[in-house]
């Protein structure tokens, strides 16, 4: 059974940064894709960026250039650093990754039970 453990959100004022992790771990045989979502009160879990197994990131326009994703691959594990940070910003941030658990199987996609970010003075 895969489960995903996100940590690093917190309070943090205006301006400043969090680095947000998430480690998979369980019965995993390949990872493929990492991303985190976010999701305000009252509002849908959007896309904040994703990562390839290669490497390759996306992020969302809102995040771009304030935002670094990245991935430790021998770790099992996503990071999220997070600068320059404003109050729209303040969400639970998700963890979502696409993994196989074994050689046949299927892609599977897995998500974290988030962590919540707050940016306020």
């Known amino acids: 059974q895969v489960q995903l453990a996100e940590s690093g959100g917190g309070l943090v004022q205006p301006g400043g940064s969090l680095r947000l992790s998430c480690v998979a771990s369980?019965?995993?045989?390949?990872?493929?894709?990492m991303h985190w979502y976010r999701q305000a009160p009252g509002k849908q879990r959007d896309l904040v960026a994703s990562i390839t197994s290669g490497g390759s990131a996306n992020y969302a326009d809102s995040v771009k250039g304030r935002f670094t994703i990245s991935r430790d691959n021998a770790k099992n594990t996503v990071y999220l650093q997070m600068d320059s940070l404003n109050s729209e910003d303040t969400a639970t941030y998700y963890c979502?990754?696409?993994?196989?658990?074994?050689?046949?199987?299927?892609?599977?996609?897995?998500w974290g039970r988030g962590t919540q970010v707050t940016v306020s003075s």
């Open positions: 369980g019965s995993i045989f390949s990872i493929n894709t």
């Open positions: 979502k990754v696409i993994l196989k658990e074994t050689w046949r199987g299927p892609f599977g996609i897995y």
